[in-house]
């Protein structure tokens, strides 16, 4: 997931290196193994891998049979910092409710029919330039539009392919698995085996910190520190060395993870306010998914015309047309808010708490592909209940978010649904109550 202009929202220390990063990763493990928690088992720093976004940053210009060898030996190189690598995969299936999926899917197909006909075009009006005579001024023209009406239909054709070969989970697990990855190395480190999410790795990675089973989490999407909350910290630009960030929605995170920087490199990084800290000491899980829906997310489009700065706005105006002893109190703000973006979206309030609980209520289910743990041809299951974020599984879910349910949970009708043919006759289901009562992604 994404959320719009969601970096404006998160503090940014910047200038880092591999051997920081790995720093701060150890510290922080040591911090939560010396806190004595009874929960807490992780051996190793670990680091858990958006991989797919990983693939898209550093093996977007290689062919698809190569793109998961340039992944797991960037994996192995970060792995020789003395820090553990899990890498993470989406599931095969996208929750119902991610509708900036669709869009994507309909964004490509609909590059892949504009490029093949502009190809075409251009072979018209190469024929009519051979078989007509005409002005040289007129051939100049010609060519000058066809080379023009080429180029933009490759460059269609080009952002229509997929970015991640369907397949990327099984051959990076076997490359890791056959390539030595999974000894532990002279720094310590190793890469783990491959972990498969039962919907999107996003879940299942602020799941696991939640856990206590990874130390931050490599990505340059803004969603996962925003649903996690302000103790979580993500690695932004992580294939440039020197030029390494991490973020969080939180300060003082930041501020504490440089206490664990060798003092001869705290005069190298630099820390960056948030333009606009939104989601700072915010604790309530749905007041953060309320303010993403608004902001616009992969569940919703956002409200019209707001970004983090009007929103910051909004949300003071909100407050101050509140009770003074209620102000701090998430659990009304939330309910406060919920009327106002019903007035600014046109949506029912119905169909509003549907997109908060599509983000909350994401399982965070994961298995392992490890040929380890699962026999040759044996068919791959994941746990047959849904795990979710803060162990809180949902009593009631509209039809809209059945995908979601567990054992226990009653599925009522909810806001009205209707099921758009899609581009290529990808068939997915979409909210009535979008505002337009059009699918956003068809």
């Known amino acids: 997931?994404?959320?719009?202009?969601?970096?404006?929202?998160?503090?940014?220390?910047?200038?880092?290196?591999?051997?920081?990063?790995?720093?701060?990763?150890?510290?922080?493990?040591?911090?939560?193994?010396?806190?004595?928690?009874?929960?807490?088992?992780?051996?190793?720093?670990t680091?858990?891998?958006?991989?797919?976004n990983v693939c898209h940053v550093i093996a977007s210009k290689r062919i698809a049979d190569t793109k998961s060898s340039a992944v797991a030996q960037?994996?192995?190189?970060?792995?020789?910092?003395?820090?553990?690598?899990?890498?993470?995969?989406?599931?095969?299936?996208?929750?119902?409710?991610?509708?900036?999926?669709?869009?994507?899917?309909?964004?490509?197909?609909?590059?892949?029919?504009?490029?093949?006909?502009?190809?075409?075009?251009?072979?018209?009006?190469?024929?009519?330039?051979?078989?007509n005579q005409l002005s040289p001024d007129e051939v100049a023209e010609m060519k000058t539009r066809i080379v023009k009406l080429e180029t933009t239909s490759r460059s269609k054709l080009k952002r229509s392919e997929v970015g991640v070969p369907p397949n990327l989970a099984s051959l990076l697990e076997d490359e890791l698995a056959n390539g030595g990855a999974r000894y532990v190395n002279s720094s310590g480190g190793y890469v783990g085996p491959v972990l498969k999410a039962k919907f999107q790795a996003d879940a299942a990675i602020v799941g696991r910190f939640h856990k206590k089973k990874n130390i931050m989490a490599m990505t340059n999407d803004s969603d996962i520190p925003i649903v996690a909350g302000d103790d979580f910290i993500a690695i932004k630009c992580y294939a440039k060395e020197g030029q390494m960030t991490l973020v969080s929605t939180c300060k003082a995170t930041l501020e504490q993870a440089m206490t664990y920087l060798p003092p001869d490199r705290l005069t190298s990084v630099t820390l960056e306010d948030a333009k606009c800290p939104i989601f700072e000491n915010i604790k309530s899980r749905k007041l953060r998914a309320l303010l993403m829906v608004g902001l616009g997310c992969d569940v919703y489009n956002g409200i019209s015309g707001i970004g983090p700065t009007i929103m910051l706005r909004t949300v003071n105006k909100v407050k101050n047309d509140m009770a003074d002893d209620m102000r701090e109190n998430e659990d009304a703000l939330y309910d406060n808010l919920l009327l106002e973006f019903a007035k600014l979206t046109g949506l029912d309030m119905c169909s509003l708490v549907t997109l908060v609980h599509g983000i909350i209520f994401e399982p965070t289910n994961y298995d392992s592909l490890s040929s380890v743990e699962q026999e040759e041809g044996e068919e791959h299951e994941y746990e047959v209940e849904h795990t979710?974020?803060?162990?809180?599984?949902?009593?009631?879910?509209?039809?809209?978010?059945?995908?979601?349910?567990?054992?226990?949970?009653?599925?009522?009708?909810?806001?009205?649904?209707?099921?758009?043919?899609?581009?290529?006759?990808?068939?997915?289901?979409?909210?009535?109550?979008?505002?337009?009562?059009?699918?956003?992604?068809?």
Request: net charge negative.
């Open 1 to 45: 997931m994404g959320v719009t202009n969601g970096a404006h929202t998160l503090y940014h220390l910047k200038n880092l290196t591999r051997a920081d990063i790995a720093a701060i990763a150890r510290g922080r493990h040591s911090a939560m193994r010396d806190a004595n928690d009874p929960d807490f088992d992780m051996e190793m720093p």
């Open 47 to 52: 680091v858990d891998c958006d991989t797919h």
């Open 74 to 131: 960037f994996y192995v190189e970060w792995s020789l910092c003395g820090i553990v690598i899990a890498p993470f995969v989406d599931g095969d299936v996208r929750p119902r409710c991610k509708q900036a999926s669709n869009e994507r899917i309909a964004e490509r197909e609909r590059n892949r029919i504009e490029g093949h006909i502009g190809l075409k075009e251009a072979s018209k009006m190469k024929r009519h330039l051979h078989e």
């Open 388 to 442: 979710y974020l803060d162990d809180l599984s949902p009593s009631t879910l509209p039809e809209y978010l059945s995908d979601f349910a567990t054992h226990g949970t009653t599925i009522e009708e909810g806001p009205p649904v209707e099921q758009c043919i899609g581009v290529g006759d990808r068939k997915h289901c979409f909210l009535v109550n979008s505002g337009s009562r059009l699918c956003i992604g068809y």
